[in-house]
């Protein structure tokens, strides 16, 4: 409103917040995935302790043998799980609402869960990616919408979606306000890759830092939907090997002893 831009600056606004949105499902589509089969991998795990292996159990009772030690550690695991399925559940619930409240409550935690992201592998370095374009993005955004440099790192911080990189960001703006150079600044963090480095130098140089960061934020994009992309091809395959693992190991130690039953008789 006050430089008389409002129509071009709501586009950028538009589409800041279009890519923005674009990378958060990217991301949390490539992170819930795994999570889901790892949930329908432990229910069906649960449900074959619960209810099949007890079945086999019975009829081993019978056989007059010894049972192979993996299927006797099956039944084993199996009859622990029924006997105390209320402490471990317990165990579960507890243990998840009291990491979620200590998350909630405390910077430090969150400040080191979000570092450990960053250094998982293949999640770490789409979300690290992420975290860029986001800042790239929105910093770009800010200052091409007429707000100083240093009020505008300050949202940028909250738009990185990591706490590794919101105080970082929060570095920058002291470092900023000191009279520090932007890409000096970043550069100190040792949070930023070399070609947004000297990207961000460019800008500043030429004066054209908007531009810049705008073309740092469109390949970081690009890299982290290339980067979903191919691990959604990859791990779909490993998680269905995973849950073969776990399911198969199960069926094979039940069906052990009825390959030994000709042994015994």
Known sequence: ERSGNLDDLMDKVATYMENLEEIKSKVKGAMWYPAAVMVVGFVVTVLLLVFVIP???DLFAGFGASLPGLTAAVIDLSKSFRDYWIQVFGVIVGAFVAMSAVYRRSPAMRHGVDRLSLRLPVFGGILR???????????????????????????????????????AC?????????????????TQTGLFPAMILQMTTTGEESGELEKMLDKAAEFYEREVRESVDNMSKLIEPIMISVLGVIVGTLVVAMYLPIFKMGSVV
């Open 129 to 167: 990616k992420a975290s860029i374009s986001r800042y790239a993005r929105t910093l770009a955004t800010m200052f091409g919408s007429g707000v100083p440099l240093v009020e505008g790192l300050e949202s940028v911080a909250g738009a990185t979606g990591n706490r590794v990189y919101h105080d």
């Open 170 to 186: 929060l570095e920058i703006r002291e470092s900023v306000s000191t009279g520090q150079a932007l890409s000096v600044a970043m």
């Open 55 to 57: 079945q086999f159990e």
